[in-house]
């Protein structure tokens, strides 16, 4: 059975960090491919960062720059370093794996303001 717990979001004031986590249970965690997405009430959820089995990274244009998404395979981790926060950034946020089938955490919430 897979699993996938996020931890880390919290209130943070507008250009703070927060750094999420997402730790992985039940699936080869290096052999699948891992993203972070994000949801507001009322809009669809969307894509923002990901990163491949070998390294590449793929960022939402409005996160440029601010987050940094990494894994590390030896912990079985995927991690979301968010810089210079908005307001804007507020969201639950969602860890995704993909391997032969698509697997989603329970989400995080990360509020932003002052």
């Known amino acids: ?7 880390g979001g919290g ?4 250009g703070g960090s927060l750094r999420l986590s997402c ?10 491919t891992m ?18 089995v070998s390294g590449n990274t793929n960022y939402a244009d409005s996160v440029k ?11 079985n ?3 979301l370093q968010m810089n210079s926060l908005k307001p804007d950034d507020t969201a639950v946020y969602y860890c995704k794996a993909v391997r032969f089938a698509v697997y989603w955490g329970q989400g995080t919430q990360v509020t932003v303001s002052s």
């Open 1 to 7: 059975q897979v699993q996938l717990v996020e931890s």
């Open 11 to 14: 209130l943070v004031q507008p």
């Open 23 to 32: 730790a992985a249970s039940g699936l080869i965690f290096s052999t699948a």
């Open 35 to 52: 993203s972070w997405y994000r949801q507001v009430p009322g809009k669809e959820r969307e894509l923002v960062a990901l990163i491949t």
């Open 65 to 75: 720059g601010r987050f940094t998404i990494s894994r590390d395979n030896t912990k």
């Open 77 to 79: 981790t995927l991690y």
